[in-house]
Nanobody, 129 residues
Framework: QVQLVESGGGLVQPGGSLGLSCAASGLSLDHYALGWFRQAPGKEREGISCISAFDGSTYYADSVKGRFTISRDNAKNTVNLQMNSLKHVDTGDYYC??????????????????????WGQGNQVTVNS
C-alpha cells in the first residue's frame, strides 16, 4: 500500500521558516513527480510547487517563488519543502501528492492533477505573530 505522510508543520511568526517533509512508503519517490499543494482557509486548493521525476526540474507558484525550495532526499525516500520568509497568507493546510505506482505521467511536466492518485493527510501551517 502506497502512503505519503507529511510532517514539519506548525506555528511560526511572520518572516520565519519551516520545513515540511513528505515521506513515502510503498513506492520510490525518486521515480515519480511530487507536488505540494496548500489550501488556505476559505479558499480553493492550489498547487504551489512540484519536482519532476523526468528531469528533476521544479516549479513554484508566483506566490512562493524565491521563498520556498523543493528538494528530494532519496536516501530517506522523502521530498522536502523549505519555506522561508513566511507570510500570513502562507497559512493553510499543506498536502503532498504523487502518482500511483506505474503511472507514466509526470505531474511536474503536464500539471494534470487527476493523475495524482496518492495524497498525504495534510499538515497545518500557521503564520501568526
Amino acid at each position: 500500500q502506497v502512503q505519503l505522510v507529511e510532517s514539519g508543520g506548525g506555528l511560526v511568526q511572520p518572516g520565519g521558516s519551516l520545513g515540511l517533509s513528505c515521506a513515502a512508503s510503498g513506492l520510490s519517490l525518486d521515480h515519480y513527480a511530487l507536488g505540494w499543494f496548500r489550501q488556505a482557509p476559505g479558499k480553493e486548493r492550489e498547487g504551489i510547487s512540484c519536482i519532476s521525476a523526468f528531469d528533476g526540474s521544479t516549479y513554484y507558484a508566483d506566490s512562493v517563488k524565491g521563498r520556498f525550495t523543493i528538494s528530494r532526499d532519496n536516501a530517506k525516500n522523502t521530498v522536502n519543502l523549505q519555506m522561508n520568509s513566511l507570510k500570513h497568507v502562507d497559512t493553510g493546510d499543506y498536502y503532498c501528492a504523487t502518482h500511483h505506482p506505474g503511472e507514466l505521467s509526470d505531474y511536474c511536466v503536464d500539471y494534470r492533477t487527476e493523475t495524482l492518485g496518492t495524497w498525504g493527510q495534510g499538515n497545518q501551517v500557521t503564520v501568526n505573530s
